[in-house]
Every structure is written in C-alpha cells, then in structure tokens.
C-alpha cells in the first residue's frame, strides 16, 4: 500500500524537522560554549542558517524559525524580557528580504553561488541589525548595533558556509513547490508516463 501524505502534511513536517534541527543545535551550540568559553565575547547561532534555508523553502514560514531561534537563544541563557524582545523582533527583519528573493528568483539565487552567499550574508546582517535597532528603541545607546554585529561575526560565517552547503545538495535550499513539481517530473518521465 503505498500511502502519500498531502502538500499540507509534507510543509508541516518539513518545518517541524527544521524547527526540531534549529532547537537541538542551539541547545547543544550555547551549553557547550557556556561551558568550555564562559565570557567570550563572540557568539555562535545557527537560527540565521536555518531561517534562511527555511525562507528558501517556504518563504514567511522562516518567520517561526526565526522567533524559535530568538526564544531558545534567550531562554536558555535565561534572558530578561528586554532581550526576548531584541532577539525576537529582531531576527523578524530577516523577512524585509522575502520580496527582494521573489523579484529576484529564488532559482536563480540558488544557482548563482555568488547570489547565494550575499543572499546568507543579508539574512544575518538584517537580523543583526534588527537586533540592534530594537535594541536602541529599548533605551541602548547607537552603538548596540554595532556590538551586535560584532558579537555574531562568526555566526556570519557559519550563516554563509551552512546555506553554501544546503545550495549544493538537491531540493535542500530550493522552494518546495517547485521541487516536489520537479521531482514529479522526472519520475513521469522515468516511467515513460510523458
């Protein structure tokens, strides 16, 4: 018996395991360096790798992706209210770059490994920057934006290496209607159905 799960179901799925993936590397990412790098002044978060791929994928869904990272990243560090704020509102700018992918192609972005590391870049940078415009509406001075900007410089380069990655491996950074689409495709033309 060969049973399919409908479009709803399989998008349902997709960001559940996105989401799962999102939560267990932060845990693992922030107690490890609570642990063996207490006081450093850098940061490491994979909420901006995932929230990219998700956009890809699904667009304004990466929005919960987005928040899901800003949520555990405070909460474990057992941030103020002021700072689930910052974090949250913050990586939502992120999204300011939905339309520019749908004028652009998402394709295109994909197939263009110049277009795909600046597409990671601004998806860091925008919620770096939210971060700090939040940060400064909150009562920091102007310079928060750019102590958040320095503080996630690695994450920047994770951000890049992680969507470079996702870029090469089939239907991983590509919009899933149009992959599922593709993947139908091909089997039809396997089949000789076509």
């Not at 001075?141 to 996630?152: E, P, R, V």
Request: charged share 15%; net charge positive; with cysteine.
């Amino acid at each position: 018996m060969d049973r399919q799960i409908s479009f709803g179901q399989y998008k349902l799925i997709d960001n559940a395991l996105f989401a799962g993936m999102l939560v267990i590397s932060e845990i693992i990412i922030i107690t490890a360096s609570s642990r063996w790098f207490p006081g450093q002044l850098y940061t490491v978060s994979v909420t901006a790798a995932i929230t990219a791929i998700v956009m890809m994928r699904w667009g304004c869904t990466s929005a919960f992706h987005a928040a899901l990272g800003a949520l555990v990243y405070v909460g474990i560090q057992k941030g103020s209210p002021g700072q689930f704020l910052i974090y949250i509102i913050g990586n939502e700018a992120a999204l300011l770059l939905i339309p520019v992918v749908r004028l652009a192609g998402k394709k295109k972005i994909r197939e263009n490994v110049v277009l795909t590391m600046v597409y990671a870049l601004s998806v860091q940078l925008l919620m770096q920057l939210g971060r700090g415009i939040v940060s400064v509406v909150l009562g920091s001075d102007a310079g928060a934006i750019l102590k958040f900007i320095t503080m996630d410089a690695l994450s920047l380069l994770f951000t890049i290496l992680i969507v470079y990655v996702a870029s090469r491996l089939d239907g991983v950074f590509e919009d899933q209607k149009s992959y599922l689409l593709r993947i139908q495709k091909e089997k039809e033309l396997e089949n000789g159905d076509i």
